[in-house]
């Protein structure tokens, strides 16, 4: 590990001096080496790895002006790799709030085989009581979440939690039915 | 693409950075934030009528020492945070030593002082203006300085706005020295003081949407 720091810091500072082929080999060894990082913090999203290697390439080229020669290189660089990680996962986690319409979608999706399977309101009326009012307010009637919590009582974090779980119990109800 | 490619193409004609270019930058910085601030005294405030009798005194120079300390430590945290792996923490304690010593020396002054004095070295004439005028003064130097910071890799965008704003306050109180008349420890203890913080707090609203990249 300390002889690649050394031999990555001798690279980074031939390229910041301008010589070209040390810093390309630099910046493909580095390469190989962010895809090793991103490939193990990432196994939930490998096609967006290659992109992030990508992105901290760049920001190691055009934010190369920030390393100080008379720190460690390694530390700098993976440095900028995990601001980009971090930033990545903040996106996502934009994408992945929303998983209550997915379930909609999938329930929206699904059709049930005449005779065999439950429709919607017998899948509705498994459900405790309050779960059934909070999927009946929002995803048939139209109430937001802040309303529909306030006839159950409960705060809009409360309904969304709970309406979470109603529909996830509603999807493998109908699900099990429809396998049975 | 390909990254291959892509390592092709950044590689192709790598403009050589000198050594130094980040404090470089804001060494420019501090030049131009005091020429912004120094063309709004003179074509806003006015000096002060006494300036010249004022600059053989011991007073305006500890308050100009005072304020370019703390804008020093602010270029010393800046030059850190502006890096992705950089750390603060010694320019922090730089900063908090300066404030803690400039405020107790104010502070055993306003003791010593009998009680009629203390209301009048605390709220001297200009408390109403001083925070907002070393505000205002530094608001130029933090945008610059904000606009620069934000091509380098703060990795801590809340921190490294507040040294911007604790630099450029810096800066600012320094040349605000030659509007105001104020020559009592207490008073610039406090109101310069605040005026340096609110613009370091302002620096670090800003930064943090601004400083994400």
């Known amino acids: 590990m300390t002889e690649t720091e050394a031999v990555l810091k001798g690279l980074m500072l031939l390229g910041l001096d301008g010589d070209a082929q040390a810093y390309r080999l630099l910046l493909s060894q580095l390469g190989g080496r962010l895809r090793v990082y991103f490939e193990r913090r ?42 980009k990680l971090i930033d990545h996962w903040r996106r996502r986690k ?26 919607l309101d017998r899948a509705l009326g498994t459900l405790p009581e309050r779960q059934r009012d909070l999927v009946r307010d929002v995803k048939l009637e139209g109430l937001s979440l802040a309303e529909a919590g306030g006839r159950a009582g409960v705060s809009e974090g409360a309904a969304k939690v709970a309406l979470h779980r109603a529909l996830k119990a509603l999807g493998e109800r109908m699900r099990g039915r429809a396998d049975g | ?13 790598p403009q050589p950075i000198p050594a130094g270019a980040v404090p470089r930058r804001f060494v420019g910085l ?7 601030a120094l063309a709004m005294v003179l074509a806003w405030l006015g ?7 004022a600059m053989t005194g011991r007073m305006f120079w500890m308050k100009a020492a005072y304020t370019a300390l703390l804008g020093l ?44 004095h203390r209301r009048a070295m605390m709220m001297g004439g200009s408390w109403r203006v001083c925070f907002g005028y070393i505000l205002t003064l530094a608001l130029p130097g933090l945008l610059a300085t904000l606009v620069v910071l934000r091509r380098m890799a703060p990795t801590r965008p809340v921190l490294a706005g507040f040294a ?13 020295g030659l509007h105001c008349g104020e020559s009592t420890m207490v008073f610039v203890g406090i109101w310069y003081t605040l005026g340096v913080l609110g613009t370091g707090a302002l620096g670090a609203v800003i930064g943090k949407w601004m400083l994400r990249w």
């Open chain 2, 164 to 176: 911007a704003g604790a630099f450029a306050g810096g800066v600012a109180a320094t040349v605000y």
């Open chain 2, 47 to 53: 000096t002060r009528d006494d300036l010249a009798q």
């Open chain 2, 73 to 116: 430590a602010g270029f010393w945290a800046l030059e850190r945070l502006a890096r992705p792996d950089g750390k603060a923490d010694r320019a922090m304690l730089f900063g908090a030593l300066v404030l803690a010593l400039f405020v107790g020396l104010g502070l055993g002054q306003w003791l010593v002082a009998d009680g009629e």
């Open chain 1, 42 to 83: 990432m196994r939930d999203a490998p096609g967006d790895v290659e992109d992030l290697v990508q992105e901290t390439l760049i920001a190691v080229h055009t934010r190369r002006a920030t390393y100080d020669r008379a720190q460690p290189f390694t530390p700098w660089a993976f440095a900028l790799a995990r601001y």
């Open chain 1, 94 to 119: 934009v994408r992945t709030t929303v998983p209550i319409d997915d379930y909609v979608d999938v329930l929206a999706a699904y059709t049930p085989e005449p005779g065999s399977a439950m429709d």
């Open chain 2, 30 to 36: 501090a030049a131009a934030s005091a020429l912004a």
């Open chain 2, 1 to 13: 693409m390909r990254t291959d490619d892509l390592i092709d193409k950044l590689a192709a004609r």
